[in-house]
């Protein structure tokens, strides 16, 4: 991923030109749906390892009993017309071929509240590694980023002495991003310099 600020405003610049930086504003608890249970273990390592990287906290409890941060697997979209308020969703999911989307909330400072993450496992997620997969997932979840955001650059985790890790340039990001001394949110694409020089971008 090249490191100049173009490139790091790129990842936060939605299809409408706006500019949007947010972070969790509380620890994230993840509630799956649709997985096996020999496949948990393996999503809990993946979300602690992208926690670790942003210094921020998963825990197991949340103040609204629902969690926060709400993951969907499934086969085919139309399982999901099964959850009540996704119809229009689902239809706009199957009108665009897609195999994932994700959807954030926000609290009344910005941060993020609540993210809902869903995957379709067609041919191309099914091939991918669980390892691989659920990390590539997490990592995508802090902070939010554009629709367009990995269309140049890939989230996908790569293999590395018989491990599955993040990408170092997506790392380098995520710790960036989760600076202590940064703001929260940010509506101002000249965060992305700070941003771009926290993972070494020298003028």
Same mark, same amino acid.
């Given at each position: 991923?090249?490191?100049?600020? @173009? ?16 972070? !969790? ?5 993840? /509630? ?49 017309? @099964? ?6 969703? /689902? ?77 170092? @340039? ?30 070494? !971008?020298?003028?």
């Amino acid at each position: 991923m090249d490191l100049t600020p @173009e490139a790091v405003a790129a990842l936060f610049t939605c299809a409408d030109g706006t500019f949007l930086f947010a972070r !969790w504003g509380r620890p994230i608890v993840p /509630v799956v749906f649709g997985v096996d249970e020999a496949v948990l273990p393996v999503m809990k390592g993946a979300f602690e390892a992208a926690m670790t990287l942003a210094g921020h906290r998963l825990e197991e409890l949340d103040p609204e009993p629902a969690g926060n941060l709400l993951m969907f697997f499934c086969r085919d979209w139309g399982a999901l017309r @099964e959850v009540p308020n996704l119809g229009r969703l /689902v239809d706009m999911l199957i009108s665009a071929e897609a195999n994932q989307y994700s959807v954030f909330r926000f609290d009344q400072a910005g941060a993020i509240r609540t993210c809902f993450l869903f995957v379709r496992m067609d041919a191309h997620m099914s091939a991918v590694p669980a390892e691989s997969l659920t990390l590539s997932q997490a990592v995508q979840t802090i902070p939010p980023r554009s629709e367009m955001a990995f269309e140049a650059t890939s989230a996908r985790p790569v293999p590395d002495k018989g491990r599955t890790i993040v990408k170092p @340039e997506i790392g380098s990001l995520i710790r960036a991003a989760h600076d202590p001394f940064r703001p929260s949110v940010g509506t101002d694409p000249p965060l992305a310099l700070g941003i771009a020089a926290r993972m070494g !971008w020298r003028q």
